[in-house]
């Protein structure tokens, strides 16, 4: 049966009661000022694709047990905490080269009261998100949260930035095969009234593959897989605006 990721189901309480939201470029074209990057997201645990995220900790056989004691960098499960700091990292790199997208200042946004102040979603942190020290998985119920950083900072635009993170058998029988990374990233600005004026989604695959036996694989070639597809993810974000 397939599953809903965390990350989708979260997407889907942003945009509840949220009228026509734009995918166009002109919503960065026409106002050039600073953007809030207020969240920056992803599942904890990178699953297998359409399956239930295994945790860490999870019963393994004695021949899979053996295998992860003699080498600490195979795994049974990634958690994505490491990689999405960095993704938010890539992602502030990426858009310093843009004409059209301007960051406000990390610390201004993060350290601000309003941020302090802010509502998060508690009933999706409690499914086991991940993000990089210091963000909070903002609520967007929370009207006041974008109108109180609006009259702190000037900042008159908040961006938000998920990710569903995934990894895909292309060959072989089960968990025997080669597999790629894959992602869908959901990039959403709102307004200082808390409304959704940009959205669009970008779906990509690694090029590149890695072998797992019996779901067993290498992690960090995993992570290996994943930030060139999260690079590309930006790319194909920021040629949209560039048309």
């Known amino acids: 049966m397939k599953k809903t990721g965390p990350i989708l189901i979260a997407v889907a309480?942003?945009?509840?009661?949220?009228?026509?939201?734009?995918?166009?470029?002109?919503v960065f074209v026409d106002d050039r000022t600073p953007i809030a990057l207020v969240s920056v997201v992803s599942n904890g645990i990178i699953n297998w694709q359409d399956e239930e995220p295994i945790k860490p900790?999870?019963?393994?056989?004695?021949?899979t047990a053996r295998s992860l004691r003699t080498d600490p960098d195979l795994a049974i499960s990634t958690r994505a905490d490491g990689l999405i700091s960095t993704a938010e990292v890539m992602f502030r790199s990426a858009m310093s080269g843009s004409p059209v997208i301007n960051l406000a200042?990390?610390?201004?946004?993060?350290?601000?009261?309003?941020y302090q102040d802010a509502r998060v979603q508690r009933r999706?942190?409690?499914?086991?998100?991940?993000?990089?020290?210091?963000?909070?998985l903002i609520d967007t119920r929370d009207r006041?949260?974008?109108?109180?950083l609006a009259r702190e900072t000037g900042?008159?635009?908040?961006?938000?930035?998920?990710?569903?993170?995934?990894?895909a058998m292309i060959s072989g029988l089960g968990k025997n095969g080669n597999f790629r990374a894959e992602l869908t990233m959901i990039v959403t600005v709102l307004d200082a009234q808390?409304?959704?004026i940009f959205r669009d989604s970008y779906s990509l695959s690694s090029d590149d593959t890695i072998r797992a036996v019996e779901g067993v694989y290498s992690e960090s070639g995993l992570i290996g897989l994943f930030e060139p597809v999260i690079g590309n993810a930006?790319?194909?974000?920021l040629s949209q605006l560039n048309m």
Do not use: H, W
């Open 144 to 148: 006041n949260f974008f109108s109180a």
């Open 13 to 26: 309480l942003i945009f509840l009661g949220v009228g026509c939201v734009s995918s166009s470029a002109a």
């Open 57 to 63: 900790e999870a019963p393994v056989g004695f021949l």
């Open 234 to 237: 930006y790319r194909k974000f």
């Open 124 to 136: 999706q942190i409690s499914l086991e998100m991940a993000l990089p020290a210091g963000y909070k």
């Open 155 to 167: 900042l008159q635009r908040s961006m938000i930035v998920e990710f569903d993170l995934t990894k």
């Open 194 to 196: 808390g409304r959704a």
């Open 105 to 114: 200042e990390r610390d201004a946004v993060l350290f601000s009261r309003a």
